[in-house]
């Protein structure tokens, strides 16, 4: 521990085997400690937040995640299906309104194609003109490639011809082909996850990623995971921000593995700040780990919060969250960061402070 201790300190990168260390035996407030002083050689006292509305176009999905809560068979009961029109509609209510953000992810839809995909963003963008549209996972994007039977380079280039300017970190889960198989075997494996990344940044796309644990990974697992988006990262520089999905238990088929402590949760917060040194931000997502955790989160190395949310997303309500209606206001997010004697900066999508007059 010492030893990871200085390199800390020194502001050196910690290898595999080390980041193993830290999974296995750092306590919590040493890591908290490493982890804060990373935060603030990288962010100052800055917790960043923006604010923003999610789009989920629909639930229904062609794949059978262990994991998930969400998805649903076409007809079945509780399933969405948003027309054009619908998802339009939505935006409208947000026209003169103070959001900068709108963040589109839905289920793999196994009937829809790249033109509706277009049409969708080209619509919103024409609705929500200065609103930066941040969409479509990396899982949506590879399918979206191979329904039409073309590289996912074209269709990022098409999709931001019509507006799209970042991508979102989900379909991540774990960066383990073996893994993978176990628990959400029909989606784009790690080696495309990070293809569609990368040819994004190639394009000047930047993204999020994301990392679901605290289910029936290893720590070996999420070493593996973090290290190939280092690795990533060193060669692109595309990444935004890391995102830590705790894994949450109600209605899926991973139940019976339960939930990871908030214990567990802080370690991984830090441990994950320790070891990315190249992603410059690590976000706190609140409607997944809860407000009262996020705003913990902020002292074991997060510094971004996400944003307003408006209620617009019901990915995590539907899978246990305790906020089944998750929104706050500004103050709120203020608030939350001056409690943990930070300063709250809004943010756009891109991580550039915001001033309103
Ligand atoms: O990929 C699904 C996760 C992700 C569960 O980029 C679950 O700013 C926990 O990626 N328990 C989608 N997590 C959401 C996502 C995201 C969210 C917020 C911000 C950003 C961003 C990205 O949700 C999926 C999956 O890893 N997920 N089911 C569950 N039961």
Request: charged share 25%; glycine share 8%; with cysteine.
């Amino acid at each position: 521990m010492e030893a990871i201790r200085q390199k800390i300190l020194h502001g050196e990168r910690l290898s595999a085997d080390e980041c193993l260390t830290l999974y296995r035996t750092a306590p919590l407030p040493e890591l908290g400690v490493m982890a804060f002083a990373v935060r603030e050689r990288l962010n100052g006292r800055n917790v960043y937040f923006n604010r923003n509305v999610h789009i989920e176009p629909t639930n229904i999905c062609a794949n059978h995640c262990l994991f998930c809560s969400y998805r649903r068979e076409e007809g079945e009961e509780g399933s969405w299906d948003f027309s054009l029109d619908d998802i339009f509609a939505i935006a409208r209510r947000y026209v003169g309104s103070d959001i900068t953000e709108v963040h589109i992810v839905g289920g793999v839809h196994p009937h829809k194609a790249l033109p509706f995909y277009e049409g969708m963003v080209g619509g919103v963008r024409d609705i929500l003109p200065a609103v930066h549209i941040k969409a479509f996972t990396a899982e949506e994007l590879w399918r979206m490639a191979q329904q039409a039977g073309i590289a996912v380079a074209e269709v990022l280039t098409r999709l931001r011809q019509r507006g799209l300017q970042s991508i979102p970190g989900g379909g991540a889960e774990i960066l383990s082909e073996a893994l993978r198989a176990r628990i959400c075997p029909d989606k784009l494996s790690a080696e495309h996850w990070l293809e569609v990344h990368r040819e994004a940044h190639r394009q000047g796309i930047s993204s999020n990623a994301t990392m679901l644990d605290g289910h029936v990974e290893t720590s070996e697992h999420r070493v593996e995971h973090l290290q190939r988006l280092r690795s990533l990262q060193d060669e692109t520089g595309g990444f935004n921000a890391f995102i830590p999905l705790k894994y949450r238990k109600a209605h899926n088929r991973l139940s019976e593995v339960g939930e990871v402590s908030a214990t567990e949760d802080l370690r991984n917060m830090a441990i994950c700040r320790l070891f990315l040194d190249n992603i410059p931000h690590l976000k706190a997502y609140w409607p997944m780990f809860g407000k009262d955790m996020a705003q913990l989160a902020l002292s074991f190395g997060a510094d971004d919060m996400d944003g307003t949310i408006d209620s617009s997303t019901q990915i995590y309500a539907m899978a246990g969250a305790e906020d089944t209606s998750p929104r706050m206001t500004v103050d709120e997010l203020r608030q939350m960061a001056q409690a943990s004697n930070l300063v709250a900066v809004e943010r756009d999508s891109l991580y550039h402070a915001i001033q309103h007059l």
